[in-house]
Each structure stands twice: as structure tokens, then as C-alpha cells.
């Protein structure tokens, strides 16, 4: 009888690993986890060691010198005829131009005679071109006509821009009007090679440029494109700016020594583009978040030239090692103890994962990381998850999972409030369901200094709970490297911002007392502000102008200052407070409560505290609690 349990548990592992592998197939297939994979392959880039760019691409930039070399901007034609000029005595293999010239000078029309002159003479200059829509392209947008016959070509220096804004693929040729528009890489690689771009071949998943000695085979991703194999970052290409070229070739024709040997540009493949601040076609890219223009398209070239391509690996592929990895894991693990199941599905992936990079790094093969990850996880979580529904009846599986939640909710709140001179403190959380999105914490600077913070997370349940974790975490790493409340809530917003969950925020307010000034440091976002009791009044402090965290990243949070005084009674809460409802719908509202306080405010914090949660309980007695309740009293001996 055990062997054959053992066996249908086999069984049954196989089972899952095999659907949970034709589901993420499934996924990978319709594109739905595709920005988590291309964030896996820019981790790819940044991780592997740079490569050294091909030593014939020479990238002539005209960045911010070159601007206040010439004093002037836009850039005359006539400077760009003088640049062609002094280029073609150096003799370069071929020329690309990254610039746009479509219109006519509109104050100069000489200077476009003399740049047309100057291109016909170099007779080995490509021009640039560009199209609005490169998937479907229904006009491009041409250098001038005068331009355009003196050119040896124009050539598209479209890129194509990923769903998450990242460029990581570029269009090798484009058939506009029935005729193929190569990319400017192309046009300078085929001529650098002494191919006709016409004799280039194009077939569904590569393209193939017949040169003399090999024939470059250009792998194309699904949709055609060049993924772009970045091989270095925008500075270990040979760079010139404009300015040194000029002042160099000044120099050589005085007979002095230059500061660029210029003759390095002999036989080479030169791109001339802007670098300039303002001016730049900045893009981010895997490697750097403002990468040139002029950069894609060397990289580009240095890909074509090396044979250093970026191959997706194809469908079946990725569905072999899907069923693999998750059949594997979903055999083995029913068979052995948890932990040695963790181990070794933990072992598959870190495997797997080391496999992948090598292969990108070694061979420039892409394999998919994020499903197979995810999936392997997931098998694993089944098949964990089944034998332990198998074992207990649904509903107290539920049911206790969500008590060990709250247990560990619970956890990570404080359990021990800092004892502070002349402080008193009471805290009370309140969770709408087991587990909540409210939190609280406590930073103790020392024996007159006390952080406190209190948060919201949107919505309730698990994934506010999750949430609230996470910040609380995140939280914890920065408030005591931080030197203000408001430093400590841009950062935790900037890491919400990129690696929070879509959709969710959190309110938040946190305070520094320093108790021997008696200031309070505050800083707020989007949160209820501190109510001080005192006297025959209570008012609200601070400001609550802020937006909440994890959606604007950026954002800037002030650092407020107040006073408090000996007898003062300092109030925090979350809206499940306020808004308590009774049986009528009725919300319990802010004024009761400043009225308790008033009522209260010569009471222990804890006193205060039990009053006001008494009195809200009482009113929403019989309703259900509407959201998480945190309350937070403080007072000042």
C-alpha cells in the first residue's frame, strides 16, 4: 500500500511539474511576463565583464566643447562641409552621419551648396533617415533632395523601444514602398566590407551579408529585429569630438605634434553625431540609463563586424527545459523530505541560472530565465501545497495559514516600546482581518532622541500585509542611516516606487521628539496629521500635502518642525479609526475623537489610548470593522 501511494504521489508530481510548465510555455508565448524577462537580460549585460568594442569604429561626437569650440548652435552647414573636409584627408573607409538633415538653411543656402559639394567629393558618406513607425512604416523622412543626390545614401537610424522605454533592438532594413531602407549600420557595414546592400539577404530570422572572406549570418528576434549586444559602456568606444579633430588637424598643418593622432582614422568606420548636452538622443539602454544615440549604432556595427549577437533561444527550447525542470521537480520532491525537496529545487534553479549566464556570456544565447524561474518555484509550491491539503481539510489549512500570518504580521511590529524619559507611550493595532496593512515602528536614537513612524498601506488583507513587510523592512534599512524624516521618505519612495507592487501604496507619517528641545521633526506623506491636545484645545500639526509612497518616484519630502510642551498628549491614528462605521453607515468621524482627547488629556497615554478605542468600538458595535485600526498616544511629562 505504500509503495503504491509513493507511486501516485510520483505520479502526481509529474503531472503538476508538466501543467505548470504548459502554463508558463503558455505565458511566455503570449508575452504576458515579457518586461520581467527583459529585465533579466539587462542584468545579463551589467553583469558580464565589458568587451572591448572593434577597434575600426571611430565615433566623432559633437559634444558640449565642440559646441563652445564653435560658439554657436544649431550648427552651421558650412562647419559640417568643413568637417566632411578635413575627414576625407584622413582618408576613413566610410562615413555614417547620426544628424537629420531634412530642411533646407533657412538663413544660409550657400552653406548647403558647399556641404553637397563636400559630400560628393567624400563620395562615402550615409546620411540619415528616419521613419515614424519602423513596424509599419508609412513615410520616412529624408535629408534633402540636394543632399540626398550628393550622399552615397540615406540610412535608417530608427531604434525600437521596448514596452518598459528600455532600447535593446534595432531594425536591420525596413521594406518602405516595396523597396528595402537598410539601417545606418548596415549601409557602413556593407560598405566597410565592400558589400552591395542590395546583395544583402533577408530571410524570416537572419540576415546575410555575403562579404569576400565569410558570410555574416545577423540573427532577428521574433519581431524581426536586432537584439543589440551592448558590449561596453558609451566610453570604451574610440571617441573624437569635434573640437580635437579641428584643433589636431590645425596643428598637423603647422607642423606641430596633435593631440589626436588622426591618422587612427585611416580604413576606418566613422559616426558622426551629437553628444552635446540638450542635444543628445539619449536612450537608456541595459547598461547605462543615457546611452548616446551615436553608441547603439557602433554598437550595432561592432556586433555586425565581430559576429557578437544576442540569439534568443527558440520556442522549443524554452518548452524542453520548462517540461524538464518542472517534471524533474515535480518527481522528486513528493518523494523526499521537505527541506531536501527545497534544497534541491532550490539547487535546479541556481543551476539553471548559472547555466544561462555562461551561455549568454560565452555564446551570446539568450535563454529564458524569468518563467523557468517562476516555474520551477511554482511546481515546487504544488507539489508542497498538495501534500499538505492532502493531509488536512481545506478550510483549517486556510485558516491556519492565515493565523501563522498574523503570528508573523505580529512579529514584525515592535513588542518592546523604548523607554524614554519623561515619555509615556501606548500603541494598539487592530487588524480588519487576520492580517492588515497598518504598521507601526520604533527608532531609538538614544535616551532623548525617539523616531516613530506609522503607515497605511492601500487596501487590506494578505497583500497589504505583504506590503506593509516590505516597507517595513525597507524602512528599518534607512531610518537610522538617514539624516531627516524627510530624507528617510524620499528613499523609502524611491524603493517603492521601482520594486513595489503595481497599484499599492502607502500613507505614511514619521516623526523624530527630541526630547531635551522639545521639537518634534516630521515629515508626512499623504498621512493624518498629529493631533496635540492641549489645554482647552486640540489641533492638527504638520502637513499632509505629500503624495503617498510607492507611486511617484523622485518626489521630495519636507522635513517640518513643532513645539511640544510638559502635559502635551500627542495622537496618531490610521482612517480605520475615524472611519469606523456602525450599523447605519456612519462614520465614527475626527471631532469625537478630539473630544475624548479633550476629555482624557490629563490621563495615562495607555488610559487615553483604551478610551479612545473603547468609544470607537462601542460605536461600531455589531458592524463589521471596516479597515485595520492603529493607534499610536504619547504623552509628555
Not at 518563467?371 to 501545497?385: C, D, G, P, Q, R
Not at 493624518?528 to 504638520?542: H, N, P, Q, T, Y
Request: hydrophobic content about 45%; overall charge neutral; some cysteine.
Amino acid at each position: 500500500m505504500r509503495a503504491m501511494s509513493n507511486r501516485k504521489q510520483g505520479l502526481s508530481g509529474y503531472a503538476t511539474g508538466a501543467i505548470v510548465a504548459f502554463v508558463f510555455f503558455g505565458f511566455y508565448l503570449l508575452g504576458i511576463f515579457s518586461r520581467f524577462e527583459l529585465q533579466t537580460l539587462d542584468s545579463r549585460f551589467q553583469l558580464r565583464k565589458e568587451l572591448t568594442p572593434n577597434k575600426n569604429i571611430v565615433l566623432l561626437e559633437i559634444d558640449d566643447t565642440s559646441l563652445q569650440f564653435l560658439g554657436k548652435w544649431p550648427i552651421p552647414r558650412d562647419v559640417h562641409a568643413s568637417l566632411l573636409y578635413i575627414l576625407s584627408k584622413y582618408k576613413p573607409k566610410t562615413i555614417g552621419y547620426d544628424i537629420l538633415f531634412s530642411e533646407p538653411s533657412s538663413t544660409d543656402p550657400e552653406a548647403d551648396e558647399l556641404l553637397s559639394q563636400q559630400l560628393k567629393i567624400c563620395g562615402n558618406v550615409y546620411l540619415a533617415s528616419f521613419t515614424q513607425d519602423i513596424l509599419s512604416p508609412q513615410d520616412v523622412t529624408e535629408p534633402i533632395p540636394l543632399f540626398l543626390s550628393a550622399a552615397k545614401g540615406s540610412s535608417l537610424t530608427n531604434v525600437y523601444i521596448d514596452e518598459d522605454g528600455i532600447t535593446r533592438r534595432v531594425p536591420v532594413a525596413i521594406f518602405y514602398k516595396g523597396m528595402l531602407k537598410p539601417s545606418l549600420s548596415l549601409s557602413v557595414v556593407c560598405d566597410y566590407l565592400g558589400v552591395n546592400t542590395k546583395d544583402v539577404k533577408f530571410f524570416k530570422n537572419r540576415v546575410d551579408i555575403p562579404a569576400k572572406d565569410r558570410t555574416i549570418k545577423i540573427p532577428l528576434d521574433t519581431k524581426g529585429f536586432l537584439i543589440v549586444n551592448y558590449i561596453c559602456k558609451p566610453d570604451k568606444f574610440k571617441r573624437i569630438s569635434l573640437a580635437q579633430l579641428i584643433e589636431s588637424d590645425n596643428m598637423l598643418e603647422q607642423g606641430l605634434k596633435p593631440a589626436i593622432p588622426l591618422e587612427g582614422i585611416k580604413d576606418k568606420i566613422v559616426l558622426i553625431g551629437l553628444t552635446a548636452t540638450g542635444t543628445v538622443d539619449l536612450r537608456p539602454t541595459p547598461l547605462s540609463s543615457s546611452y548616446p544615440g551615436l553608441a547603439v549604432h557602433a554598437s550595432v556595427i561592432d556586433n555586425m563586424l565581430n559576429g557578437r549577437f544576442i540569439r534568443q533561444a527558440p520556442w522549443f527550447a524554452v518548452l524542453l527545459i520548462l517540461l524538464i525542470l518542472c517534471i524533474v521537480t515535480g518527481g522528486i520532491v513528493p518523494k523526499i523530505s521537505p527541506v531536501k525537496g527545497f534544497l534541491i529545487a532550490a539547487g535546479a534553479v541556481v543551476l539553471y541560472l548559472f547555466g544561462a549566464f555562461i551561455l549568454f556570456t560565452k555564446f551570446g544565447i539568450w535563454l529564458d530565465i524569468f518563467h523557468t524561474t517562476i516555474a520551477v518555484i511554482i511546481s515546487y509550491l504544488f507539489i508542497v501545497l498538495g501534500e499538505f491539503i492532502n493531509e488536512r481539510f481545506q478550510k483549517k489549512l486556510i485558516e491556519k495559514e492565515l493565523d501563522i500570518a498574523a503570528d508573523i504580521q505580529r512579529s514584525i511590529l515592535p513588542h518592546v516600546i523604548p523607554a524614554i524619559p519623561g515619555l509615556e507611550i501606548a500603541v494598539k493595532n487592530i487588524a480588519a482581518k487576520h492580517v492588515g496593512g497598518d504598521f507601526y515602528d520604533f527608532v531609538d536614537f538614544g535616551a532623548n532622541r525617539i523616531g516613530i513612524v506609522i503607515g497605511d498601506v492601500s487596501g487590506k488583507g494578505v497583500p497589504a500585509a505583504l506590503y506593509m513587510a516590505k516597507t517595513t523592512s525597507d524602512f528599518r534599512l534607512m531610518a537610522k542611516a538617514a539624516s531627516s524624516p524627510g530624507e528617510v521618505l524620499f528613499k523609502l519612495n524611491q524603493v517603492l516606487s521601482t520594486e513595489g507592487a503595481s497599484g499599492m501604496f502607502i500613507t505614511l507619517l514619521y516623526f523624530i521628539l527630541e526630547m531635551d528641545k522639545k521639537k518634534i521633526l516630521m515629515s508626512n506623506a499623504a498621512h493624518f496629521k498629529i493631533l496635540r491636545a492641549r489645554k482647552d484645545s486640540v489641533e492638527a500639526i504638520g502637513s499632509e500635502s505629500s503624495p503617498p509612497l510607492g507611486i511617484l518616484p523622485d518626489t521630495e519630502f519636507s522635513t517640518e518642525t513643532a513645539d511640544f510642551k510638559n502635559g502635551d498628549i500627542l495622537f496618531i491614528y490610521t482612517d480605520g479609526l475615524i472611519e469606523a462605521r456602525n450599523k447605519k453607515g456612519a462614520e465614527f468621524g475626527e471631532e469625537k475623537l478630539k473630544e475624548i482627547l479633550l476629555k482624557r488629556k490629563d490621563s495615562s497615554a495607555g488610559k487615553i489610548m483604551d478610551a479612545v478605542i473603547s468609544e470607537v468600538l462601542s460605536f461600531a458595535k455589531g458592524a463589521p470593522q471596516h479597515d485595520d485600526i492603529t493607534v499610536l498616544a504619547l504623552k509628555i511629562l
